[in-house]
């Protein structure tokens, strides 16, 4: 989305250097009583009404000393001017106090952007309903699609834009998504439903929820083998659905496959559904005309390197695998 982009801008990252860069879920610290909900509370209260907070909710950017103490801030979305112009302020402003105080700050030291989500990992956090049990999570991306001669229709400050979320798995859901007896094989329906619920709607602009069993008219999705390839098992998904409730819909397919290994572990997965969404959402899509959507399933980081968290004991092979192994037992 907008932030995204404007954060990825070499102008405003140059700034961002002087600055140590975190983020977090503004609900949480605005609403709930903990130790990082107090800090940020305290800085609200030292912005002294300088920002213009939004009715029922914090949400944008914020600059603050070590110790909480406001140096700028703006609420919402923003676009590259107001941001360069946020940090170059705040920046003065931190000199000025370390002029004053007598202060002497050490550099940030320079670290690598690694998906670290902490010690419990990322299975803990991504925000799925497998938690723990997690054996494997997909990067879900959503995105406008190309309609009637427009690369990406819609209102302007809304052309381009993309976001994410992700689902997990746990080892028991992955087995439902292996093709049983090497022929194509329905997904079980709870599990389609889940698709359904966690990666299966609109919400491109912002928020949205997905969708209620109510919601979910028709839904179909199959997994058939399709080969080998670097030594896993290619399977095939593929299936059609038709989700809407009395505000919107989402008509489409989905294709894909995925790349397993013969532990079970899922490799690779490249899964698309496409079609026409329709009605509004709870984030800034109003009753705009039906209009093409596109989301993408895969595995963070697959394409940088091979690999993905394991899934235990599927028992997935492939007989061309299996003898190559026996051949190296020998």
């Known amino acids: 989305m907008l932030g995204r982009r404007v954060w990825a801008d070499d102008d405003v990252q140059a700034l961002a250097k002087n600055f140590l860069c975190v983020a977090d879920e503004v609900w949480t610290l605005d609403h709930v009583d903990t130790p990082g909900a107090k800090f940020f509370k305290d800085y609200v209260a030292s912005a002294g009404g300088s920002i213009a907070w939004g009715a029922t909710t914090k949400q944008g950017v914020y600059v603050m000393t070590p110790d909480g103490e406001y140096l700028g801030g703006h609420f919402a979305r923003h676009d590259k001017a107001s941001t360069l112009t946020l940090l170059?302020?705040?920046?003065?402003?931190?000199?000025?106090?370390?002029?004053k105080k007598g202060l002497k700050p050490k550099p940030i030291p320079a670290r690598r952007a690694a998906r670290t989500w902490g010690q419990e990992g990322l299975a803990v956090n991504a925000g799925g309903d497998a938690g723990r049990k997690s054996a494997l999570i997909l990067e879900v991306f959503v995105r406008d699609l190309p309609y009637k001669g427009e690369r990406h229709p819609g209102p302007d400050q809304y052309r381009n834009w993309v976001n994410q979320t992700w689902m997990d798995f746990t080892t028991e859901e992955l087995q439902g998504l292996i093709p049983k007896g090497g022929v194509k094989?329905?997904?079980?329906?709870?599990?389609?439903?889940?698709?359904?619920?966690e990666g299966l709607f609109d919400f491109v602009r912002g928020q949205s929820g997905g969708w209620a069993d109510a919601g979910i008219r028709k839904l179909t999705m199959t997994a058939e083998p399709a080969g080998t390839k670097d030594g896993a098992a290619v399977v095939r998904y593929q299936g059609?659905?038709?989700?809407?409730?009395?505000?919107?819909?989402?008509?489409?397919?989905?294709?894909?496959?995925?790349?397993i290994d013969r532990s079970g572990r899922f490799k690779m997965v490249e899964l698309v559904a496409a079609g026409m969404r329709r009605g509004k959402t709870e984030n800034f899509r109003g009753d705009a005309p039906p209009s093409p959507l596109g989301i993408a399933f895969v595995i963070e980081g697959q394409y940088e390197k091979a690999g993905a968290p394991?899934?235990?004991?599927?028992?997935?092979s492939t007989k061309s695998e299996d003898k190559k192994a026996e051949e190296k037992d020998k």
Do not use: C, H
């Not at 705040?90 to 370390?98: I, Y």
């Not at 059609?240 to 790349?259: C, H, N, P, V, W």
């Open 88 to 99: 170059k302020d705040s920046l003065q402003k931190w000199n000025d106090l370390v002029a």
């Open 240 to 259: 059609e659905f038709e989700l809407g409730d009395a505000s919107r819909g989402f008509d489409g397919k989905i294709y894909g496959t995925a790349q």
């Open 310 to 316: 394991p899934g235990q004991g599927l028992g997935l």
């Open 185 to 197: 094989t329905p997904v079980p329906d709870p599990l389609a439903r889940k698709f359904a619920r």
